[in-house]
């Protein structure tokens, strides 16, 4: 959906560059043909050409094969494109012009047609996929800045918080020992409660984390969410033994759960459930989780800062990786996210 209101966005924007080059390019060459009529189409069909072949480098050529380092290809792709479509738009406007054998290789002016024509068109379109070049570098640049911006600013905080829960940390150890062995179930959450701090204090210091890890934190979440609830509750946590050997965002997918626990309903004539599944399935990690919801709910938000910021994140430490989609139907909530790994 993002893409596609992207799409929207400019491409009236693209039209009215496209206008006006054929308006400066036609009031600048119609004198040289013998009627208006011959001019304007001939203008059209070569700021046509111009603007497929910029579009077919910039679109196909460029992300497909030289940000893929494959300059040999890249290479031999772009002069092809160019002298098929200098033979192709040359044999067209003889035909525009009456004369077909203009362009021929007997005929005596056809070095010269070949230099107005194939030499203005390699440089044009050059110039065109070098805006593009820029463009992306220039984004390229604003994102860094923006993701060491925010990493900055999370390590701020997260040394902030240090403060606290350190001390809070110390606290559950003493607080697990006075509680009653007979009490196993209290021990158990709180063990679980002080591994999940452990995790966040200690082992979240690189910019990556193995999915190990991240998983076991959900598992941890998860169980003590299931002792707050009673038989009416069904919880379901499913990984598959695929999900291991590559690294993810620390607390990327934590924010989904908490969302889903936070808006699960309350019926008391069926069940309320939440449902979350990880797998790993030709290159990517696939994570979803579904959560019943209140029929006649309709004017709380689900979601919050909480999913604003996680998806701020993908944005910017995914990009062009990742695929999330968002399902809000009339009795339950999901999420699909599918993230391509290093491996």
Same mark, same amino acid.
């Given at each position: 959906m993002r893409k596609r209101s992207f799409f929207f966005r400019y491409r009236l924007h693209h039209v009215l560059i496209w206008m006006l080059v054929f308006c400066l390019w036609y009031y600048l060459r119609y004198q040289d043909y013998s009627t208006r009529e011959k001019a304007f189409k001939i203008t059209l069909l070569k700021v046509t050409d111009l603007a497929l072949m910029i579009y077919l480098a910039n679109y196909v050529l460029v992300p497909a094969l030289l940000y893929r380092k494959k300059y040999?290809?890249?290479? =031999? $792709?772009? =002069?092809?494109?160019?002298?098929?479509?200098?033979? +192709? *738009?040359?044999? =067209?406007? +003889?035909?525009?012009?009456?004369?077909? $054998?203009?362009f021929s290789i007997t005929s005596t002016n056809f070095k010269m047609r070949v230099y107005d024509n194939l030499i203005p068109h390699f440089f044009l379109v050059t110039a065109g996929v070098a805006v593009k070049l820029v463009m992306d570098y220039i984004r390229t640049q604003q994102r860094l800045n923006e993701m060491a911006k925010e990493k900055a600013e999370a390590e701020l905080n997260f040394l902030k918080s240090? %403060?606290? &829960?350190?001390?809070?940390?110390?606290? =559950?150890?003493?607080?697990?020992?006075? %509680?009653? *062995?007979?009490n196993s179930e209290a021990r158990?959450?709180?063990? *679980?409660?002080?591994?999940?701090?452990?995790?966040?204090?200690?082992?979240?210091?690189?910019?990556?984390? &193995?999915?190990? *890890?991240?998983v076991a934190y959900l598992k941890d979440y998860v169980d003590l969410q299931k002792l707050r609830k009673d038989e009416?509750?069904?919880?379901?946590?499913?990984?598959?033994?695929e999900v291991k050997g590559f690294s993810i965002e620390p607390l990327l997918l934590i924010?989904?759960?908490?969302?889903?626990? /936070?808006?699960i309903s309350h /019926?008391?004539?069926?069940?309320?459930?939440?449902?979350?599944?990880?797998?790993?399935?030709? $290159?990517?990690?696939?994570?979803? %989780?579904?959560n019943s919801k209140e029929t006649d709910r309709t004017t709380e938000k689900h979601g919050g800062i909480g999913l604003s910021n996680v998806k701020r994140r993908l944005e910017l430490l995914y990009p062009g990786n990742y695929e999330l989609e968002i399902k809000s139907r009339e009795d339950s909530y999901g999420v699909h996210l599918k993230l391509k790994t290093d491996q």
């Open positions: 040999v290809w890249f290479g =031999l $792709g772009y =002069l092809t494109m160019i002298l098929l479509s200098s033979y +192709g *738009k040359m044999q =067209l406007i +003889g035909s525009i012009l009456g004369n077909p $054998g203009l240090q %403060i606290n &829960p350190h001390f809070l940390f110390n606290s =559950l150890n003493a607080v697990y020992f006075l %509680i009653s *062995k007979e158990q959450a709180l063990h *679980k409660f002080s591994d999940m701090l452990r995790y966040q204090l200690y082992e979240m210091n690189g910019a990556s984390i &193995p999915i190990e *890890k991240e009416n509750y069904r919880v379901e946590f499913n990984c598959g033994p924010p989904f759960v908490e969302n889903a626990f /936070k808006h /019926k008391t004539n069926e069940q309320n459930f939440v449902r979350l599944n990880m797998s790993r399935q030709n $290159g990517h990690f696939v994570f979803s %989780i579904e």
